[in-house]
């Protein structure tokens, strides 16, 4: 069971760290993603993190703005979120990978936490 949090309300600008904290001891075997929902929007990639933490892959609009990183021996993933937009306002949540040469692909995820609520005001 995942289980996301450290959403909240900021101002377009500012930052959040999302954290991620599973309860399996086997977290550590498995390559890691975030998604986010929007109002009105499908559920899209947003990060993914392999076992290891060696690979990282971002989407093209959160490149350079947030990081995904890991400690698998707090069995937690991390979204740190800098530089805010209004666009990046959604419900975040991470996921378990099943097949890392889809990681953008919300069909190759299992083990969907509750997701996490993040609003950045303009």
């Known amino acids: 069971q995942l289980q996301a949090s450290g959403g909240g309300l900021t101002q377009a600008g500012g930052s959040l760290r999302l954290s991620c904290a599973a309860s399996?001891?086997?977290?550590?075997?498995?390559?890691m993603g975030w998604f986010r929902q929007g109002p009105g929007k499908e559920r899209e990639f947003v990060a993914a993190i392999s076992w290891g933490g060696y690979h990282t892959y971002y989407t093209a609009s959160v490149k350079g703005r947030f990081t995904i990183s890991r400690d698998n021996a707090k069995n937690t993933v991390y979204l740190q979120m800098d530089s805010l937009k209004p666009e990046d306002t959604a419900v975040y949540y991470c996921?378990?990978?099943?097949?890392?040469?889809?990681?953008?692909?919300?069909?190759?995820?299992?083990?969907w936490g509750q997701g996490t609520q993040v609003t950045v005001s303009s």
């Open positions: 399996r001891h086997t977290f550590s075997n498995y390559d």
């Open positions: 996921a378990r990978n099943l097949q890392w040469s889809d990681y953008g692909s919300s069909l190759a995820y299992d083990d």
